[in-house]
T-cell receptor, first 111, second 113 residues
Framework: NAGVTQTPKFRVLKTGQSMTLLCAQD?????MYWYRQDPGMGLRLIHY???????AKGEVPDGYNVSRLKKQNFLLGLESAAPSQTSVYFC??????????FGPGTRLTVL | GQQVMQIPQYQHVQEGEDFTTYCNSS?????IQWYKQRPGGHPVFLIQ?????EVKKQKRLTFQFGEAKKNSSLHITATQTTDVGTYFC?????????????FGQGTILTVHP
């Protein structure tokens, strides 16, 4: 099993550009999450999904949109990137014991 | 909303010394989870504490949940260079609803050989 995978690993955007981050999990988990990690601030929840076709806002949702069209995939979109969105983005899914399994992350820089 | 404070932010130790990180909240925590993130890596689940006063051990790691469920700690005995990384505590916001986690800021551990 690959677990949780994320693409791309790195990306540089210019202000105003758009992009989509893809998260995939092969563990048949219902719940999936998108976090951003900034120095000294831990991980903050952006959006989450409790099943195919459903999404909800987390702590810092502004400037992001998500979709969960298939159970195994959770997409995070930035419609108009801003320098404040420079961060490391992690996707996670939740196992049966409430533990979260994280992907390797996407390092995004917005110039 | 729920805030989880973690101290210290940084800890430098010599190999063989002990290390402790603390997680505190002004409100009652639901469940506490601990994660480890190696430099350049992703968070990896270590353990979950559920009960008041609970103590769990994993080899050299000891995890405690306070009696009032407002604090938790992770203690590493005789640190090794493989223990280097950032240790996060996380509270399950609103009980176990949807598994949402509120993370502390993390403690960055450096181990000098």
């Amino acid at each position: 099993n690959a677990g949780v995978t994320q693409t791309p690993k790195f990306r540089v955007l210019k202000t105003g550009q758009s992009m989509t981050l893809l998260c995939a999990q092969d563990m048949n988990h219902e719940y999936m999450y998108w976090y951003r990690q900034d120095p000294g601030m831990g991980l903050r929840l952006i959006h989450y999904s409790v099943g195919e076709g459903t999404t909800a806002k987390g702590e810092v949702p502004d400037g992001y949109n998500v979709s969960r069209l298939k159970k195994q995939n959770f997409l995070l979109g930035l419609e108009s990137a801003a320098p404040s969105q420079t961060s490391v983005y992690f996707c996670a899914s939740m196992g049966a014991g409430n533990e979260q399994f994280f992907g390797p992350g996407t390092r995004l820089t917005v110039l | 909303g729920q805030q989880v404070m973690q101290i210290p932010q940084y800890q430098h130790v010599q190999e063989g010394e002990d290390f402790t990180t603390y997680c505190n909240s002004s409100t009652t925590l639901s469940n506490i989870q601990w994660y480890k993130q190696r430099p350049g890596g992703h968070p990896v689940f270590l353990i979950q504490l559920v009960k008041s006063g609970e103590v769990k051990k994993q080899k050299r790691l000891t995890f405690q949940f306070g009696e009032a469920k407002k604090n938790s700690s992770l203690h590493i005995t005789a640190t090794q260079t493989t223990d280097v990384g950032t240790y996060f505590c996380a509270d399950s916001t609103g009980g176990t609803s949807y598994g949402k986690l509120t993370f502390g800021q993390g403690t960055i551990l450096t181990v000098h050989p």
